[in-house]
C-alpha cells in the first residue's frame, strides 16, 4: 500500500471549508487558496500537481464515492467530457464569478446593498444571516464572502450529484480549475519545447 503523506487528508480541509461557512461566512474567503494555488503552480511548474496530489476536492469524491459506496460507477455521457462542453462550462463559470465581483464592487462604490445569503445554482437566494454579525467588516467583504461561497458551495453541489449519477471524480471531466490548469500546462509545454527547438 502506498505511504500516506499528510496531502492525502487535504478532503477534511474541503469538508472543514463548508462547515466554517455555515457558522461564519467570512471564511469563505479562504477559498481563494484553492482558486489560486492551482493556477500558481500550473504557471510556475507546468503541471497539474494541484489536481494530483493537493486537491481536497477530487479527494473528498473519492472518499464519498469510492470509499462510502456513494457513486454509482457508471461512465459519464461522452459530451460531458468533450472539448465544447468543458469550454462552455469554464465560460460560465468565470462570466459568474465575473458577475460576483462586480456585485461585490457594486457594495463597495454604494451603489448596492449587501445580501447575506447564499444563491444556490445561481438562483436560488437561501438567506444565510446567522453566519454574519452585520459591521464586523465593511460590507464588501461580506458580499464577496456570500458570493464565493455560493459559487464553491454550488460547484459542490453539481460535483456531489454527478459522483452519485457516474464516476466519483466526473466534476474533475468538467471542473473550471482543471481546464484553466490544463489550458495553462498546454501553453507553458508548448512554450518550453519551442524554445527548446
Ligand atoms: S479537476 Fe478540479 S476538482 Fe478535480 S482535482 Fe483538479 S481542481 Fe480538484
Known sequence: MREKHWYDYLWIWALLYFLLGFFNILFA???????LLPLGIAVVRGDKAFCNSLCGRGQLFN???????LSRG???????????FR????IFFLTMFGNMVFQTYLVAAGAGTLREAVKLFWTFRVPWGWAYAAGTVSDWVAQFSFGFYSLMLTS?????????????RT?????????????ICKLKNAGGQKDSA
Do not use: E, N
Request: one cysteine or more.
Open 156 to 168: 459542490a453541489l453539481i460535483g456531489l450529484v454527478v459522483m452519485v449519477l457516474y464516476r466519483p
Open 87 to 90: 469550454v462552455g462550462f469554464l
Open 74 to 84: 457508471r461512465p459519464a455521457p461522452k459530451w460531458m467530457s468533450a472539448k465544447w
Open 29 to 35: 474567503w479562504l477559498g481563494m487558496i484553492d482558486f
Open 63 to 69: 472518499r464519498l464515492g469510492s470509499g462510502c459506496k
Open 171 to 183: 466534476w474533475c471531466t468538467f471542473c473550471p480549475m482543471g481546464t484553466m490548469t490544463q489550458g
